[in-house]
């Protein structure tokens, strides 16, 4: 079937533009996730989403930064006043069930990946 | 703290060789769970294996294999006779009991050459 999808798959945008990146996740799956992933690092995580509460954002680096899920399928990542440091791939991923720390070893827990958007901010 | 060391950045390859990826782990947890992902230039990670703290049973998967070992918090990954379509960004990550985050090393670049 179907994989976790990310729309665009590149976005330029002048600093000080809001950008919205959108996520479609596998058909029924409960968990959504986005990580940033700046040049030559491992995704950084942002933010957590469970149907549609999001359940941690610790991850998010400033108020700039908001995620909604409102239907509980299809997320968007929004960035208000892009700036510089916010160039990077963002990955969104999703998993089946609740997240392993509820549901227990599975391999129908593992987070699935998009293709990620690459934002470049100029 | 969580952290996951890759301490190989960058490594190339003859097609055919063997090569193991290093992956060292730090938590203080009990309970966790170990993944490895690949990401090949079309960007997305590509899911390889999941391991849980309580399984160090190692891993055999066609020319893929991983050796858990708590003693020294090492999860690796061997690729044996090497294949240019292996050629990638390998990340180990860490997942702590009760947290969903995933926690990422800074990924290894494999470059097969034929």
């Known amino acids: 079937g179907a994989g976790v999808s990310q729309s665009p798959r590149y976005k330029v945008a002048k600093r000080g533009q809001d950008v919205a990146l959108r996520c479609d996740p596998i058909s029924g799956h409960v968990s959504l996730f986005w990580y940033q992933q700046a040049l030559g690092q491992g995704p950084e995580f942002l933010t957590y989403f469970q149907n549609e509460a999001q359940l941690d954002k610790s991850g998010l680096p400033s108020d700039r930064f908001f995620a909604e899920r409102p239907e509980g399928s299809v997320s968007t990542l929004k960035i208000q006043r892009t700036q510089q440091e916010d160039s990077a791939v963002y990955l969104c991923?999703?998993?089946?069930?609740?997240?392993?720390?509820?549901?227990?070893?599975?391999?129908?827990?593992?987070?699935?990946f998009g293709p990620g958007t690459r934002l470049t901010v100029l | 703290a969580q952290k996951v060391t890759q301490a190989q950045t960058e490594i190339s390859v003859v097609e055919k060789e063997d090569v193991t990826l290093d992956c060292v782990y730090e938590?203080?947890?009990?309970?966790?769970?170990l993944f490895w992902y690949k990401q090949p230039p079309s960007g997305e990670l590509v899911f390889l294996i999941r391991r849980n703290s309580f399984d160090e049973q190692n891993e055999i998967s066609g020319r893929y294999s991983w050796n858990f070992q708590k003693s020294t918090s090492s999860f690796n990954f061997t690729i044996t006779a090497s294949q240019v379509v292996d050629s990638a960004v390998y990340f180990c990550a860490l997942l702590q009991g009760g947290s969903e985050k995933l926690v990422f090393g800074k990924g290894t670049k494999l470059t097969v050459n034929p």
């Open positions: 991923a999703s998993s089946v069930y609740p997240g392993l720390a509820g549901g227990g070893p599975s391999s129908t827990d593992t987070q699935y």
């Open positions: 938590t203080r947890d009990t309970t966790y769970y």
